[in-house]
């Protein structure tokens, strides 16, 4: 028994040096992160322009320059207002879907969209660069936080450029605010704070209250008419600005008689005053430049038979250089308005405080403007030659008013 049980001790022995084999065990955590869905931002970076068109120049404007004599909120077919802006998306730029010119009845997101804005490479001295800071032009601000004088990031950050141009007044007419707004692929938009408001293709219109009739004119005298009205008749609200003129042609007896006067069968109009040939501000005052329907035009052909005086507040031509002794000016020849009228035929010349500026731009004259509802007052005077006879019916005076 005593050897058994050893052997059997020995057994147990070497069973208990065999190893034991463990299995290894443990847990873990998953990680859930959602990136705020980030809304646009867009900034204006002080870069706001309103661009001439190129169907007809302005005073001192030509096509695509800065229109400076717009001092109203008024734009005409082919006229452009032009932005830089800046638009973020910290997801990444790539989210933003398209930035867009609009207008709309309202101000904010969801307004007609009109004009695709496009990417711009930064401008030299203006806008940032990668690498460079975003300037304080942008103000380009996210609540407490300012990015302005931090570095531009091309991968959440771009410039672009946006030019609406005003269409006909087919589709664009009356008052719009008009904004940039830049639209994320998911959906969400933001314009930049600066909506403006225009009016797109106001109505232009003079108006003319009264007749201009000279009746039983004894030849060889002067007679006087009654006073016209002319008025700048536009859209009201549109704040429309109107430079005035005034044209003329000779007159002629529309029947078949044996008129004359006093050589001829036409009654002339002026001493052949004919815009931009020979008839400038330089030579007013001069010979020829001036009224004379009551001194030579009495006996010649060759005078102004018809002259005109005006008022708009406290100026007039009493004060223009091109008047007679009663404050009379004569009428130049043309049938269609030119760029020759600036400086040339304009209906008050006022020059006793010297020329009008408006929006740096010089050459216009105080009471020559007319906003929408005002009038000037014309009272006509006629130089009638002796001999004449006929009925001096047909014929034109022309009244001319040019948006500034």
Known sequence: MKKLFGIMTA???ILSVIP???????????????????????????????LEDSVEMGRSTISGISLDERINNYAFEGEQIQWDVLVMDKNKIEQIQEVVGTIGSSQGEGNDIEVECR??????????????QIPDLCNARILEEDLTDTDFDPETQQYYTCTLTVETPDSMYGEYFITVEAIGSDGQSATMDENEYWFLNPTIALKVDGALSFD??????VSYSDTLLVGNDADEGSGVLMDMFISGTDFYDPSSSDAKCPTSNRLKLSDDVISGVNNDVASWGTQGQTCNADTTGLTTDIADHLCYYATNGAYGTQNDPRNDAEGYVPINYGNA??????????IIADTSTGALTIGGIAGYYN??????????????????????????????????????
């Open 337 to 346: 308005f030119t760029t020759d009228f600036y400086n040339d035929a304009e």
């Open 119 to 132: 990417k711009i490479n930064p401008l030299d001295g203006d806008l940032a660069i990668p690498g460079d």
């Open 11 to 13: 057994m147990l022995l």
């Open 367 to 404: 009471g020559n403007t007319l906003t929408s509802g005002a009038e000037i007052a014309l009272t006509f005077k006629l130089g009638l030659p002796e001999p004449c006879i006929g009925d001096f019916s047909s014929g034109q005076i022309y009244f001319w008013g040019e948006a500034i």
């Open 216 to 221: 039983d004119v004894r030849p060889g005298s």
């Open 20 to 50: 034991v084999m463990a299995v290894s065990t443990g847990t873990g955590i998953g990680l859930d992160i959602t990136p705020e869905a980030f809304a646009p931002r867009i900034w204006m970076c002080d870069s706001r322009a309103v």
